[in-house]
């Protein structure tokens, strides 16, 4: 069974600090993996998404990929209030299109 | 910018009858895919379409669900005979590519009483 992990949280945090959010996968075959951001109620949108080691950046949002390790992880500069919101890890698999989800992190930016 | 749609919002039925929740794709997508999440739960795969066929379906698409394309814009789910365990939130999501990112829709919340 393919799994995604992540720590459920809450994780807390100051307005302004930097947020770290890690995610660790079991299929040492998967390529492609993403990082969407749900609202209590809402649909999974779309944060970023990471094909190669290394970082990528977009704005506030890194994300940082080490294969090897199996270990993906998004970084949140300059938290808000407003990135209050569950955080879900999405991966790829190797040999289909769909996407394995963890159950993903909960953060909190306290004003 | 372009969004995938779906249609109810929000459907409440009894169990054992059928239910058909409607999608519209993002329009140059041709990857369709319908996820869902039980309250508190993961985001589970159900089914990917491409080519108005089925690419790959999980274990929960028994044969009470089928999915199609009636008219080339729609992409539809069907539940034939609803159970108390399919109440879910039904997220329907299409892609340009396989391999490339998915995009959600707002989903359906369906509530089998």
């Known amino acids: 069974q393919k799994e995604v992990e992540q720590n459920s949280g809450p994780l807390s945090v100051p307005e302004g600090a930097i947020a770290s959010l890690n995610c660790t996968y079991s299929?040492?075959?998967?390529?492609?993996f993403f990082w969407y951001r749900q609202y209590s109620g809402k649909s999974p949108e779309l944060i970023m998404f990471?094909?190669?080691?290394g970082d990528k950046e977009d704005g506030r949002f890194t994300a940082q990929l080490n294969k090897a390790s199996q270990y993906v992880s998004l970084l949140i500069r300059d938290s808000q209030p407003s990135d209050s919101a569950t955080y879900l890890c999405?991966?790829?698999?190797?040999?289909?299109?769909?996407?394995?989800f963890g159950s993903g992190t909960r953060l909190l930016v306290r004003p | 910018e372009p969004e995938v749609t779906q249609t109810p919002s929000h459907q409440v039925t009894q169990m054992g009858q059928e239910v058909i929740l409607r999608c519209v794709p993002i329009?140059?997508?041709?990857?369709f895919y319908w996820y869902r999440q039980i309250l508190g739960q993961k985001v589970e795969f159900l089914v990917s379409?491409?080519?108005?066929?089925?690419?790959?379906k999980s274990e929960i698409f028994d044969d009470q669900f089928s999915v199609e394309r009636p008219d080339g814009s729609n992409f539809t789910l069907k539940i034939r005979s609803t159970k108390l365990e399919d109440s879910a939130m039904y997220f329907c999501?299409?892609?340009?590519?396989?391999?490339?990112?998915?995009?959600f829709g707002p989903g359906t919340r369906l509530l089998v009483l």
């Open positions: 379409f491409y080519n108005n066929e089925i690419s790959e």
């Open positions: 329009s140059n997508h041709l990857y």
């Open positions: 999405a991966v790829g698999e190797d040999s289909s299109y769909k996407l394995i």
């Open positions: 999501a299409t892609g340009q590519t396989g391999e490339e990112t998915q995009y």
């Open positions: 299929d040492r075959g998967s390529q492609s």
């Open positions: 990471i094909y190669s080691n």
